[in-house]
Structures are given as structure tokens and as C-alpha cells.
């Protein structure tokens, strides 16, 4: 729970008041901070590897050395960002192709890789390694109660990654911060659903209902690359993409159905009275730089009402990444 001093600081002093009477109350009534109605809208699309952790997971790969041959080698994602297109040098194992490359990448039956190195990122970041660059923009996305989309090349079930972002949740943020996670929740259904007193779910039912808001985009994941295909639109876009490209084309995809869920989730609510901004966040210069030209070229002549911004993690040397594309003005949380 909350400290007197952070729950304190957030609310009214009405409200504070009411709220110092309710701890004399042994059955815990959940604080709902009503101040989120005054907020405007801002939502957040994440690349997973390398952007918000720094995963152990391997890709395998074969390599051409200096006599000829070509032989298997290990390498992370961020070495693959940077080598995934230099096809004279580097190819998938002769032996399964893509497939065979990205098995650890895959939903395994009985065991999920994705899960455990989700863990042992986490615990790494705890013993003092340095975390993805949007670690800090995704914790305060959650304690906001913020919706957003997490769009990866991997190729997990949307509930593979639900369950990572709760695991994100329980190891990177505190117990007051995840009180305060949960007091904006509740706001949000207070103002935009009219949840009154005494309907709310517990805290258990309400998490599930905002992560259930949330996308989760795993673009080599085969439930979405049928999707993917049966749009009219991408299906055209794929014929003509090279291999290294269409990867770009599918986190483009992705991206459109976040927003095109957000519009149309404010539009039934009633809700577009107000500034709506979208940002962006990828650790690969190719998804960027494709993600950009997207926004610069539909994105934003669609949904003109829209503020967008793409956020470019890929510099290591920089701690919080750089803003390379921006279409109105928003800053992410922690940039």
C-alpha cells in the first residue's frame, strides 16, 4: 500500500480528509483518484528487446568466416538488428531455415523461454544492470494506467506477452507505485465507464480488465501473420517486400491496428474532445525509419487529430534514445 506521504500528495484536501477517515475502516475501501479526468490522452507502442529489456534470448544464425564456410553462431537481437541484412555474411541455419533461427522466439509447449528470460532480465536489472531505454517510459505508462501496445518480432501469443507485462509489473514496480497503478485504474473506469462506488472489481479484476485494453503484437506470432495476409492492403505491400524488410511491414501493421483500436474505443466513449498523442518506441534503425515514413505519409493525414512521435532507442550512448520523427508534440513519460 501507498505511504501516507505518496497517496497524500496525489489527492484534494477534501478528499484527503475522507481518505484519513477510511483507514480507521478494517476492510480496505480502493482510493480512486479522480483527478485522471483532467488528463489528456496519451498512449505508448513499445518494442520489447532491447528497448524495454535487455533480453538473454539467442538467435542462431550461420556466419561465412574468412575460409569459406559457413558455421552456426549464437547472436543477440541487438547484433541481429545490425547484421539481419547483410545476407552475403549472415543466414539462417541451413538446417530449418527462419524457422530454426528464431525457435527460442516461439511458443514452446510446456515451457516458455520468453517468460524466463523476461525474469532473468528483471532480476539482472535488479542486481544494478542498466535496462532497455523505455524501462523508466513503460513504468510510468503502468502507474498511470496509461493503454498501450507492446509490438515485437518475436513470435509469441498475445497471452505469452500479457503475462510478461505482469511479470513487469511485480518485479520493476513497488508496492506504492503499483497502489498508484491502481488508484488511476480505478479513475479511469470511475470517469470514462461510469463505474460508481462499490462497483469496482477487486484489484485482481480490474488489472485484468485494463491489460485486457492493451495490444500485445508478436509479428512473427502465426495468429497475426494471418491477419497480416488476409489484408488486402499488407498482402500487396508483402509480394514486393524483401525478407529483411518485412518484418518493418508487420510492426507497420501492428502499429495502425493500435491506433485504429484507440480512435475507435474514444469515439464510441465519446471521448474525442481532447488531445490524443501517440508515441512510438524501437531500438532498430530499419523499424524507425519505416515507422516514420508511415506516420509522415498516412498515419497522420488519417487520424489528423492525432499527435504522434517516434522515438529512436538504437544508440546505446544515449540513455533515454532520440526523437526522430514528430508529428504535433509529445514528449514520452521518463524521455
Not at 506521504?5 to 484536501?13: A, D, N, R
Not at 488528463?39 to 518494442?47: A, G, L, Q, S, V
Request: hydrophobic share 35%.
Amino acid at each position: 500500500m501507498m505511504s501516507s506521504t505518496s497517496v497524500l500528495s496525489v489527492i484534494s484536501p477534501i478528499r484527503r480528509a475522507r481518505h484519513e477517515a477510511g483507514r480507521a475502516v478494517k476492510k480496505r475501501i480502493p482510493y480512486v483518484n479522480e483527478d485522471v479526468s483532467g488528463r489528456d490522452f496519451k498512449y505508448y507502442i513499445f518494442d520489447w528487446d532491447d528497448n524495454i529489456l535487455h533480453m538473454p534470448t539467442k538467435i542462431r544464425m550461420e556466419h561465412l568466416d574468412a575460409d569459406g564456410v559457413w558455421r552456426p553462431v549464437d547472436v543477440s537481437t541487438s547484433t541481429f538488428a545490425l547484421v539481419r541484412a547483410d545476407e552475403e555474411h549472415y543466414r539462417p541455419p541451413s538446417d530449418g531455415g527462419w524457422r530454426a533461427a528464431f525457435l527460442n522466439f516461439q511458443d514452446e509447449p510446456g515451457r516458455s523461454t520468453f517468460i524466463e528470460d523476461t525474469i532473468a532480465a528483471l532480476e539482472r536489472v535488479e542486481h544494478g544492470e542498466k535496462p532497455g531505454p523505455s524501462y523508466t517510459a513503460l513504468k510510468k505508462t503502468l502507474r498511470e494506467g496509461r493503454l498501450f501496445a507492446i509490438v515485437t518480432a518475436r513470435g509469441h501469443s498475445p497471452e505469452t506477452i500479457e503475462k510478461a507485462v505482469r511479470i513487469f509489473i511485480r518485479y520493476a514496480l513497488s508496492e506504492d507505485e503499483r497502489e498508484e497503478m491502481m488508484s488511476n485504474l480505478r479513475g479511469y473506469r470511475q470517469w470514462i465507464d461510469g463505474v460508481g462506488d462499490g462497483e469496482f472489481g477487486t484489484d485482481a479484476e480490474e488489472l485484468d480488465y485494463y491489460l485486457g485494453m492493451c495490444r500485445y503484437s508478436a509479428v512473427t506470432y502465426e495468429g497475426f501473420k494471418e491477419r497480416l495476409v488476409n489484408d488486402p492492403i499488407y498482402r500487396e505491400k508483402l509480394a514486393v517486400a524483401t525478407t529483411a524488410s518485412r518484418p518493418e511491414l508487420a510492426k507497420e501493421f501492428a502499429i495502425q491496428d493500435f491506433v485504429e483500436h484507440i480512435f475507435h474505443m474514444l469515439r464510441r466513449a465519446g471521448r474525442l474532445d481532447r488531445s490524443v498523442s501517440i508515441g512510438f518506441s524501437d531500438d532498430d534503425v530499419g523499424n524507425v525509419k519505416t515507422v516514420s515514413s508511415f506516420i509522415r505519409a498516412e498515419l497522420s493525414k488519417r487520424y489528423e487529430g492525432i499527435k504522434f512521435v517516434v522515438y529512436d532507442t538504437s544508440d546505446r550512448s544515449l540513455a533515454k534514445g532520440r526523437k526522430v520523427c514528430v508529428s504535433g508534440q509529445l514528449n514520452l513519460p521518463g524521455f
